[in-house]
């Protein structure tokens, strides 16, 4: 139990295009989901919490125009990073935790996001 | 604010072997949550072991065990009988409690551990 998907695993796309990402939780219902944001070799930043049906919260210095987060359903939260530049490309990774485990967050495999 | 410091970038220790890996964290809180994640080249996090602060008794969880000092703020790791799986990025992270599903984690820089043959 408790799975979470990411997808896609990896994309390319070209530098002043948008891309979506999509985080769900397979055998849950995902109370609130995290965005991170991971460089080569580096720790997980997180860049914004989402609450199902509510407004993401962005952690400081994370661009609220450029990375759009929707919190759709209790099974779903994209990210969409808009008008992307090599500099956005990174490893994204996202996690769900629930009400009933408060205390452990699960954690999706990840998306590679290359921009030429 | 609350901090996680891992001052070790990179580990090694043979096949078999014991190490230990170092955390240190700073909060004013009295009840929080930490936690070591394994991230291996697949680069999907996996839950290692967790401890709550108000528990006193170390968390252990098959060969992987947590000295807990708290009044010292340390939380470090022990992996016996180390094993070629074993190889991957180790991090510390710490939670605290809000009461709701909003549980936010800080991570530690990591601590990438090689296993010799």
């Known amino acids: 139990g408790a799975v979470v998907s990411q997808h896609p695993s990896w994309v390319i796309c070209k530098s002043g295009t948008s891309v979506k990402i999509e985080c769900r939780s397979l055998?849950?219902?995902?109370?609130?989901m995290f965005w991170y944001r991971q460089f080569p070799k580096q720790s997980l930043m997180l860049m914004a919490t989402?609450?199902?049906?509510?407004?993401?919260?962005?952690e400081q210095g994370v661009e609220k125009d450029k990375f759009l987060i929707n919190h759709a359903s209790l099974t779903l939260s994209t990210l969409t990073v808009t008008s992307a530049h090599p500099e956005d490309s990174s490893f994204y990774i996202c996690?769900?935790?629930?009400?009933?485990?408060?205390?452990?967050?699960?954690f999706g495999p990840g998306t590679r996001l290359t921009v030429l | 604010a609350q901090t996680v410091t891992q001052s070790q970038p990179e580990m090694s220790v043979q096949e078999a072997e014991t190490v230990t890996l170092s955390c240190t964290y700073d909060t004013s809180e009295s009840d929080y949550y930490l936690f070591w994640y394994k991230q291996p080249p697949s680069r999907q996090m996996i839950l290692v072991i967790r401890q709550e602060a108000y528990k006193q008794q170390n968390a252990t969880e098959n060969r992987f065990s947590v000295n807990f000092q708290k009044a010292a703020k340390s939380f470090s790791l022990k992996i016996s009988d180390s094993q070629l799986g074993d190889a991957a990025m180790y991090f510390c992270a710490y939670r605290v409690p809000d009461g709701g599903a909003t549980n936010k984690l800080i991570f530690g820089t990591g601590t990438l551990l090689a296993v010799q043959p």
């Open positions: 996690s769900a935790g629930t009400i009933q485990s408060y205390n452990e967050q699960f």
């Open positions: 055998d849950f219902q995902a109370t609130t």
């Open positions: 989402s609450n199902e049906g509510s407004k993401a919260t962005y």
